[in-house]
């Protein structure tokens, strides 16, 4: 299996969590469950299903399918806590199907951006209710209680 995962580098609060295992992990128990959410490409009519499945390792209904453009979708929310600014903005793009793959722009590279309002920045998470996974195993081996 392959995966990428980008930290969010204007959380400070929450460098201590940047473990590729931990969330490689995660993902996979997702991936096995089927998904966290729901998969929609652009309306509920168009749902998706997540499954484990090797890249290229059979024949895809829409392989052949040269180019399939989607129109105009949602691509993701620009969050204060991820752009650095007070902010809260929807991104929109119309993503590409070619060969059977989606093409989906990196948040980065959308153009239309629409402001929605400026939103207080939370701050960070509360470091009280948080435990590191790498304590946590530390006491299970040696059978402690804090």
């Known amino acids: 299996?392959?995966?990428?995962?980008?930290?969010?580098?204007?959380?400070e609060d929450l460098a201590a969590d940047r473990n590729m295992k931990k969330h490689t992990a995660i993902f996979k128990r997702a991936l096995k469950a089927g998904g966290r959410r729901d998969l929609f490409l652009g309306t509920r009519e168009c749902q998706g299903y997540v499954k484990p499945q090797a890249f290229g390792s059979g024949d895809g209904y829409y392989d052949n399918v040269t180019s399939q453009y989607f129109g105009l979708m949602f691509h993701g929310y620009n969050y204060p806590s991820d752009t650095g600014n007070s902010m809260l903005s929807v991104r929109m793009d119309a993503p590409i199907m070619k060969?059977?793959?989606?093409?989906?722009?990196?948040?980065?590279?959308c153009k239309i951006v629409q402001p929605i309002r400026k939103i207080k920045d939370v701050g960070g998470h509360n470091q009280k209710l948080f435990e590191s996974v790498?304590?946590?195993?530390?006491q299970m081996i040696r059978g402690d209680d804090k």
């Open 1 to 11: 299996m392959r995966c990428h995962i980008e930290w969010n580098l204007q959380r």
């Open 99 to 109: 060969n059977g793959v989606v093409h989906f722009k990196r948040p980065e590279e």
């Open 134 to 138: 790498d304590d946590l195993y530390q």
